[in-house]
């Protein structure tokens, strides 16, 4: 591959982690919109739902049910594997961020909506440690399932040539982001419940 070559696939790339992160950003920016609207009943009833939640944690009597974790882990890059195999892709790709990051962002708003600062504990641990691995593996079948996406279109369009990137590459990259995306559900699933038992005592 030319330099130039190895040029404009790293603008295309960024141009792909740019528009991804912004529609990420996006859908975090009004799930903490929504979170800081939510008013009146809907506001007490939330208030009572995290407090009960955080006393049940206290006391180690959270159900643990681990196939549900798992699959709220592993659907959205099921979805975003599927997408890269299709034009539709991208406007799928960007559809997909933006409804991540909304409900990424709107628990932790509403921890911190109803236990002010203290509240950012309980939302790391419960939502920022399994990010720590989903979301690195998110990135890395969207960015080159949205430029595959945009490669179809232009073939459908008759702009361009090559098909699907079914190679050795692309099934590594997959078996590494569904595994992430696994470790994320495990982690939730064996470690969160744990540290989120003696945080708990702290912010009731």
């Known amino acids: 591959m030319g330099m130039s070559k190895k040029w404009d696939l790293l603008s295309e790339q960024n141009g792909a982690l740019a528009v991804l992160a912004a529609a990420f950003l996006t859908g975090g920016a ?14 007490e009833e939330l208030s009572s739902y995290l407090a009960d939640y955080l006393t049940l944690a206290q006391q180690g009597e ?29 406007a799928g790709f960007p559809i997909l961020f933006g409804v991540r990051g909304f409900f990424f962002s709107f628990p932790v708003a509403c921890f911190c909506r109803v236990f002010g600062g203290r509240g950012l504990f309980p939302a790391f641990v419960l939502f920022g440690l399994p990010a720590l691995l989903w979301a690195p593996a998110l990135f890395m079948a969207g960015v080159p399932g949205f430029l595959s996406a945009q490669q179809l279109l232009r073939r459908a369009l008759g702009e361009g040539r090559g098909g699907l990137p079914l190679n050795g590459a692309y099934w590594c990259r997959a078996g590494l982001c569904v595994g992430l995306a696994l470790a994320a559900g495990l982690l939730e699933c064996w470690v969160v419940p744990v540290l989120l038992r003696g945080i708990a005592r702290v912010v009731l």
């Open 62 to 90: 959270l159900p643990r049910s681990h196939w549900p974790v798992l699959w709220d882990q592993v659907k959205y890059l099921l979805a975003a594997l599927i997408l890269g195999l299709t034009a539709l892709g991208l």
């Open 30 to 43: 009004a799930g903490c919109l929504l979170a800081a609207l939510s008013g009146g009943a809907g506001a």
